[in-house]
């Protein structure tokens, strides 16, 4: 298959996507242009904080494009090209862009509540409590996934204790980012400079930051890189989002748009040839089932549970007026399903690449390697069709890897975020009673961030590879659920909700056969094959195990009323 050609029918369908389908949601569920939005009304300067649309759509995208938008395509390549480019598209428009707008235009609507919050008003308590739960296991799963990625991408020494210059360098350049990120911030509070001199600032910074990492690259092992990743989440928690979270997206945004625009320009000089089959089989060599493995394994791209959880509890609480939100929740969806294209475009040539001569020797060697991460390989493709311009290689292997870790690094302070915000909501009292001392404590910002990051600290002890699977099925667990609480609040306003019953239906389906498929194998190691062990599958074993039952309650309750809601309708 032509690269080329699939990038091009990718890149026409989203627009299409965007223009039609996303306009006619917002036709049918309406929006109010002069309506005085939470963010404005609630402003607080910390968590309320009224932004333009393009800040919020930064924010939004560098939140939800995380590491899954290329590990999860990457991985689904055993099934063939042609399965995960069908699920990414048509997830992507129907089922994901829904969620994710779908998500930010309830809280909006909603006082800028939660997605916890609203299954509260229109679902039960009981609900929420669940919900609550279940977010906050599931942002652990989160935290220990891509902390591991980053840690990994970041090592600054191979197996044999070489030294990996790439590596060190986007670690020296992450580290910039955060001081750097923190000063534009507070410059920008001050300032507030706005349009093309905000964004000549960002370029300038940013450049000046590759240059200074590039020059002074950081040594460290990754268990070091463990610790430093969660010492900076717990500040990515706490600090005001105008200081960190909302600078360190716009600033990081530039290299997701950098990173997308050099990827297609190089596809598009290059014109490389898909070599990976178009399609496997319904059995991969792994063993593994189409159904549920690939649905589970691209979630980012297609459809993901997280996204509502940035949408809910971080995005609509900037959202300056009511009609940024299409693009905001519907268009940075389909932009995310355009990287994971991307993704497939370029490690799907990477063959092609080597035998063409795009990639030299050093760079095949690193992508054809058994064993090598999808970081590994997007980030070695993208380096050699920048090559192809003159671009010296040993700087973008080092900028795409920094590119690359970007993505899982701004997931995961949003997410860090959210955990936090998932436990101290669970145990907020709502009947207007005083909290307990013990509810005080629990509730403390800094005691919420610190339970959650240690959660995610345990989990991550067993590895990325471990975790997915088990991140795919929670993450799609969470967008079912979510789906349903959006009809029942669909139903219960007066809106149409119709479009949402085929998407939710089938990832309750998809998620619940892969949750029991991974407690089925867990179980094998522990009472037939052995090869368990507690710190990493008896965890797994628990979370999974916790995931379903919550999952079932959580359905059951919000089926209920959706079903009652359609009676009184």
Request: proline share 3%.
């Amino acid at each position: 298959m032509n690269g080329l050609a699939l990038l091009g029918i990718t890149i026409v369908i989203l627009v299409a996507a965007y223009l039609t389908y996303g306009r006619y949601l917002v036709k049918t569920w309406g929006i109010d242009a002069k309506a005085k939005t939470p963010a404005v009304r609630k402003d607080d300067g910390t968590d309320f904080v009224p932004s333009n649309k393009w800040s919020v759509f930064a924010h939004q995208f560098s939140s939800i494009a995380g590491a899954g938008p290329v590990t999860g395509p990457v991985m689904a390549l055993v099934f063939g090209w042609l399965p995960a480019f069908l699920w990414i598209v048509v997830g992507g428009i129907f089922f994901g862009a829904v969620q994710d707008f779908g998500s930010l235009y309830a809280s909006v609507k909603n006082d800028g509540k939660s997605m916890g919050q609203i299954i509260e008003d229109y679902i039960g308590k009981t609900g929420r409590k669940l919900f609550f739960i279940f977010a906050w296991l599931f942002t652990l799963i989160v935290i220990a996934a891509f902390a591991d990625m980053v840690a990994g991408s970041f090592n600054g020494f191979n197996a044999e204790g070489q030294a990996l210059a790439p590596s060190a360098s986007a670690g020296s350049i992450s580290i910039l980012y955060v001081f750097v990120a923190m000063a534009f911030g507070y410059f920008l509070k001050k300032v507030k400079w706005e349009g093309w001199k905000k964004v000549v600032l960002g370029v300038a910074l940013i450049v000046a930051m590759l240059a200074l990492g590039i020059a002074f690259p950081l040594y460290l092992t990754k268990q070091t890189w463990i610790y430093l990743v969660f010492i900076y989440i717990f500040f990515a928690s706490i600090t005001p989002m105008w200081l960190l979270k909302q600078p360190r997206d716009y600033l990081t945004t530039f290299l997701f748009v950098a990173m997308i625009a050099a990827a297609v320009l190089g596809v598009f000089i290059s014109n490389p040839t898909i070599t990976t089959p178009a399609f496997t089989g319904f059995v991969s060599s792994t063993g593994s089932y189409l159904f549920p493995t690939l649905f589970v394994t691209i979630a980012c791209g297609a459809v993901s549970g997280f996204h509502s959880l940035v949408s809910s509890e971080t995005s609509s609480k900037q959202i300056e007026n009511e009609s940024d939100m299409l693009q905001v929740g519907y268009g940075s969806m389909l932009l995310e399903s355009l990287l994971a294209v991307l993704v497939i475009v370029v490690v799907g040539s990477l063959t092609n690449l080597s035998e063409t001569g795009v990639l030299n020797e050093t760079l095949s060697g690193m992508a054809l390697a058994e064993g090598a991460t999808p970081f590994t390989q997007f980030s070695v493709g993208v380096t050699g069709l920048l090559s192809s311009f003159g671009f010296p290689q040993e700087w973008g292997l080092c900028i795409m890897t920094m590119f690359v870790s970007a993505l899982a690094l701004t997931s995961l302070d949003a997410v860090a975020r959210i955990s936090r915000m998932s436990f101290q909501e669970f145990f907020e009292v709502t009947d207007g009673s005083e909290p307990s001392s013990v509810v005080k404590f629990l509730t403390n910002k800094y005691v919420a961030t610190v339970i959650s990051l240690l959660g995610g600290y345990l989990l991550s002890i067993g590895g990325y590879n471990n975790i997915w699977p088990l991140f795919g099925s929670a993450n799609q667990l969470l967008a079912a659920m979510v789906l349903i609480t959006l009809s029942v609040f669909l139903k219960v306003t007066g809106r149409k909700g119709f479009m949402l019953y085929v998407p939710m239906t089938l990832m309750l389906i998809i998620t619940m056969t892969s949750l029991f498929m991974s407690i089925y194998n867990i179980c094998m190691k522990l009472f037939v094959t052995g090869g368990f062990v507690f710190l990493t599958d008896g965890l797994q074993l628990i979370v999974a195990i916790l995931l379903v039952l919550l999952g079932l309650m959580i359905t059951l309750g919000s089926g209920k009323k959706l079903v009652q809601a359609k009676e009184k309708a």
